[in-house]
């Protein structure tokens, strides 16, 4: 294996693929380079001097400019490079079709089709609290439903869908709480819902029920509803209401779905140098791969894109497409400006530490989960998907928020990527996609796919066997690591004032 990579001819920097002790003669397109440093895996080396206020390239395109004469082989990072970024921007339509042509592929997954004609991968049991006050008493009806069903029943996994809202809450904060509740209690993935109320709440039950009409017809059979203060014995009646959703439920079963019914986020997080060079691009396979065959995937982090939102607009289906793009990146970025904060404030400290330098830097390797397919509709946090394709989805770049909004947004599964590792997953399915193998072994029940073995496996090869390990994650023939330790969660986006 080369100790590093070119991730294009143009670039003026080297990634290294492990850590590259100093002293160490490399081979450059330019001749041989003996660094005066360590470079630690992830991290960047000048492949030729770089004067001050020069473009550092990666990824054939600007990253940031040196804030100070780099020789060739000296470490490039924090210390001598600074973004580029700096306010709005403005956007001119230039399309750029660089679609990969993907064949038809005959397979089909083992899904749950449902009365309002979406498609599950999984028949879970959601148990939703319109308030956070009511959670403790939530974790109790849980516990006893799953001592009387120790392999959860009827159902795949019993989830509870914790969090501290719902009450004294005003304005849009208040509406996006309730709409990604009732969001969660469309999600195809359920095969059974309860949703609980405590009674006093800003987050009334009519309100709840209200909008759930709105979006879809209530099943009685698989939707219930719960008021706490309104009955006498609250544990008793929650666990008979569980059991009626459990009889509903014992007799559903997988039947064939054609790949095109799919729907898949695309997340990253805890990302370090090489999450660009090996598991985002591994994503961005899959992503052209579903798309070709009909179905849909979802690209969220807007802060994330910024530094590489043209790529995405150039990809647009039509003008009025990238008229959404443009909206979509420029709100957020008054968004942050409203509150006074730094549009350009990331990466991450421990994006940092894994070898990214700058947002742009970290933004063209984000992006790359999104392959190469057009960009065929905009999404509003809290929005479900209604046109097949990639599709970009507003949301904040936190792992838990934006996660979650893939999931509101009808994502069966959820594809994370990771260079430093997290055990964090949302409420639907979460694939741990690893960019590098030491983080892989280390964190095998974090971790469910080793994309660090792109280093030493075509990406044709590997791409291959991701795809079918997909499959059988939706056909329920494999289960995620986030579903065999029970980890799950929902995190929604709070931008407003708490009473």
């Given at each position: 294996?080369?100790n590093?990579?070119?991730?294009?001819p143009?670039?003026k920097?080297g990634?290294a693929l492990?850590?590259?002790?100093?002293?160490?003669?490399?081979?450059?397109?330019?001749?041989?380079?003996t660094?005066?440093?360590?470079?630690?895996?992830?991290?960047k080396?000048?492949?030729?001097?770089?004067?001050q206020?020069?473009?550092?390239?990666?990824?054939?395109?600007?990253i940031g400019?040196a804030?100070?004469?780099i020789a060739?082989?000296?470490?490039v990072h924090?210390?001598?490079v600074?973004?580029?970024?700096?306010g709005?921007?403005e956007?001119t339509?230039q399309?750029h079709?660089v679609?990969r042509?993907?064949?038809k592929d005959?397979?089909?997954?083992m899904g749950?089709?449902?009365?309002?004609?979406?498609?599950g991968?999984?028949?879970?049991?959601y148990?939703?609290?319109?308030v956070?006050c009511i959670?403790?008493l939530?974790?109790?009806?849980?516990?006893?439903?799953k001592?009387l069903?120790?392999?959860?029943?009827s159902?795949?996994n019993?989830?509870?869908?914790k969090h501290?809202?719902?009450?004294?809450q005003?304005?849009?904060?208040f509406?996006?709480?309730r709409?990604?509740l009732?969001?969660a209690?469309?999600?195809?993935?359920?095969?059974?819902?309860?949703?609980?109320?405590?009674?006093c709440e800003n987050n009334?039950?009519?309100?709840?029920?209200a909008?759930?009409e709105?979006?879809?017809?209530i099943?009685p059979d698989r939707m219930k509803?719960m008021v706490?203060?309104e009955?006498?014995?609250?544990?008793?009646?929650?666990l008979?209401?569980?059991e009626?959703?459990?009889?509903?439920a014992a007799?559903?079963?997988?039947?064939?779905?054609p790949?095109?019914?799919?729907?898949?986020?695309l997340?990253?997080g805890g990302?370090?140098?090489?999450?660009?060079?090996t598991?985002?691009?591994?994503?961005?396979?899959?992503?052209d791969?579903?798309?070709?065959?009909?179905?849909t995937?979802?690209?969220?982090e807007?802060?994330e894109?910024?530094g590489?939102?043209?790529?995405?607009m150039?990809?647009?289906?039509d003008?009025?497409?990238f008229h959404k793009?443009?909206?979509l990146?420029?709100n957020?970025?008054?968004?942050f400006?409203?509150?006074?904060?730094?549009?350009y404030?990331?990466p991450?400290?421990?994006?940092?530490?894994?070898?990214?330098?700058t947002l742009e830097?970290k933004?063209?390797?984000?992006?790359?989960?999104s392959?190469?397919?057009q960009v065929?509709?905009?999404?509003?946090?809290?929005?479900?998907?209604?046109?097949?394709?990639?599709?970009?989805?507003?949301s904040p770049g936190?792992?838990?928020?934006s996660?979650?909004?893939?999931?509101?947004a009808?994502?069966?599964?959820?594809l994370?990527?990771?260079g430093r590792?997290?055990?964090f997953?949302t409420?639907?399915?979460?694939?741990k996609?690893?960019?590098?193998s030491y983080?892989?072994?280390k964190?095998?029940r974090?971790?469910?796919f080793d994309a660090g073995?792109?280093?030493e496996?075509?990406?044709d090869?590997?791409?291959?066997?991701f795809?079918?390990y997909i499959?059988?994650?939706a056909?329920?023939?494999?289960?995620?690591n986030n579903?065999?330790?029970g980890i799950?969660?929902?995190?929604?986006?709070k931008?407003?004032?708490?009473e």
């Open positions: 294996m080369n590093f990579i070119i991730l294009d143009a670039d920097v990634v492990q850590d590259i002790p100093a002293g160490t003669t490399v081979t450059t397109p330019a001749g041989k380079l660094l005066p440093a360590e470079i630690k895996r992830g991290h080396f000048a492949l030729q001097a770089i004067a206020g020069e473009d550092i390239i990666k990824y054939g395109f600007p400019h804030t100070a004469p060739a082989g000296e470490w924090t210390h001598n600074k973004t580029n970024l700096n709005e921007l956007y339509y399309p079709d679609t042509a993907v064949p005959g397979r089909t997954f749950y089709k449902r009365k309002n004609g979406k498609v991968i999984r028949n879970d049991l148990i939703i609290p319109t956070g959670n403790p939530l974790d109790i009806v849980v516990e006893q439903f001592a069903h120790p392999d959860n029943g159902f795949d019993v989830i509870l869908l501290p809202y719902g009450c004294s005003l304005g849009d904060d509406e996006q709480t709409k990604v009732v969001d209690a469309l999600q195809p993935n359920a095969g059974g819902v309860l949703i609980y109320g405590l009674g009334q039950m009519d309100g709840m029920q909008e759930i709105k979006v879809g017809a099943d509803f706490a203060q009955v006498d014995d609250d544990l008793g009646t929650a008979d209401l569980l009626e959703l459990n009889d509903a007799n559903d079963v997988r039947t064939p779905q790949l095109s019914e799919l729907k898949i986020g997340k990253c990302s370090d140098g090489l999450s660009g060079v598991a985002n691009p591994l994503l961005g396979r899959l992503s791969f579903v798309t070709a065959q009909g179905g995937t979802v690209l969220s807007v802060p894109m910024f590489a939102e043209t790529i995405l150039s990809r647009a289906k003008e009025p497409t793009i443009v909206d990146i420029n957020f970025k008054q968004y400006e409203s509150f006074h904060q730094p549009i404030e990331n991450s400290p421990g994006n940092k530490a894994g070898g990214i330098t830097d933004s063209l390797g984000c992006t790359q989960k392959g190469t397919s065929t509709d905009v999404l509003q946090y809290g929005e479900k998907i209604k046109t097949h394709g990639l599709n970009l989805l507003q936190n792992d838990l928020v996660s979650s909004a893939e999931a509101s009808d994502c069966q599964m959820v994370f990527t990771t590792g997290t055990p997953a409420y639907v399915p979460t694939v996609v690893a960019s590098n983080i892989a072994n964190k095998p974090w971790i469910d073995r792109l280093l496996t075509d990406m090869t590997l791409a291959d066997e795809i079918q499959i059988d994650v056909s329920g023939r494999e289960k995620t579903e065999q330790y799950h969660g929902i995190a929604i986006f931008t407003g004032v708490t």
